[in-house]
């Protein structure tokens, strides 16, 4: 196997944790919400954000990296169509993305001190998981359409 084979499968792999664990903490973190119950919310924004720190941060830096590379050796450049429009919807998820962690260590951080101190969850607790979870949507539909584009490299 060749270098350009092994960088395009890991470039896939990463890609896979990145939603695929950007989804599937979303998931849990939104439906442990709906419970109110703060031992469970407490549990699960804990791993949820070590999750992203594992597995999604890696990915996310190495997604540029891996594709950017990719793009040299087949001989295509940023002016391509595609790859300009997956630059673009990257860098939105991102943008989203970014406030997520943040918001997502404060969940945890919040959660945890009520749970350690029996109080309830409050109001600005709630106010801070809608933001997460407004924000998670335009960079979930960002990073599908990237994977449009990667497969089908429409113009």
Known sequence: MNTYLIVKWLHIISSVLMVGTGFGTAFYLFFIHRTRNLEAIAEVS???VRADTW????AVIFQPLSGLW???QTGLTLTTGWILLSLALFV????????VVWLQIELRNTARACRDEQRPLPDYYWRKARLWE???YP???AVTVIFFLMVNKPF
């Open 134 to 136: 407004w924000l998670g």
């Open 70 to 72: 990719l793009m040299q």
């Open 46 to 48: 804990r791993l949820v």
């Open 139 to 141: 960079a979930f539909i």
């Open 92 to 99: 939105l998820a991102g943008i989203c993305w970014l406030p």
């Open 55 to 58: 597995f999604t941060m890696p």
